[in-house]
């Protein structure tokens, strides 16, 4: 019996112990406002982040992960909320276009360069100038002077 008031009044004080301002900040930085849309609630100024990052604290220091904070907005607010998509489903393709744009391009950039080198290796040498016209030409440039 003395134990297990022991262990409820330990993970009571856990659960009330004050939370760092880096892990509310953390979270809060994964979150987007609903305000100012291209600010994290961690870096606006607005009154409604203001009340999102309380929560945030209240949240930890009841206990809870960060990420069950998270999934409370999620909830609340949906994927919207979220300043990254999760990498899941349908969010892969947000995630995985960026890489394969870079990859097609370098393709297709080393394309052209090896089509553009060949060119050159492949350009024909100029026709010779047959001696009647060589002397016409040192003829004409001769009588110019």
Do not use: K
């Not at 993970?11 to 760092?20: D, L, M, N, T």
């Not at 609630?41 to 309380?54: G, I, L």
């Not at 995630?95 to 290796?121: K, S, Y």
């Amino acid at each position: 019996m003395i134990a297990l008031g022991t262990l409820l009044l330990v993970a009571g004080a856990a659960a009330a112990a004050p939370v760092s301002e880096q892990t509310v900040h953390d979270v809060a930085s994964q979150l987007r406002c609903v305000v100012c849309q291209n600010l994290s609630v961690a870096d606006s100024p607005s009154e409604m982040a203001a009340q999102m990052r309380a929560i945030v604290r209240e949240r930890l220091e009841a206990g809870e992960t960060p990420e069950q904070v998270r999934e409370y907005f999620v909830a609340r607010y949906g994927e919207w909320i979220l300043l990254a998509p999760r990498r899941t489903g349908f969010n892969l393709i947000v995630w995985g276009f960026p890489v394969a744009a870079i990859a097609v391009g370098f393709g297709v950039v080393a394309l052209l360069l090896r089509r553009w080198t060949r060119r050159r290796r492949a350009a024909p040498a100029p026709p010779p100038v047959d001696a009647a016209m060589s002397e016409r030409i040192r003829r004409e440039l001769e009588t110019d002077r």
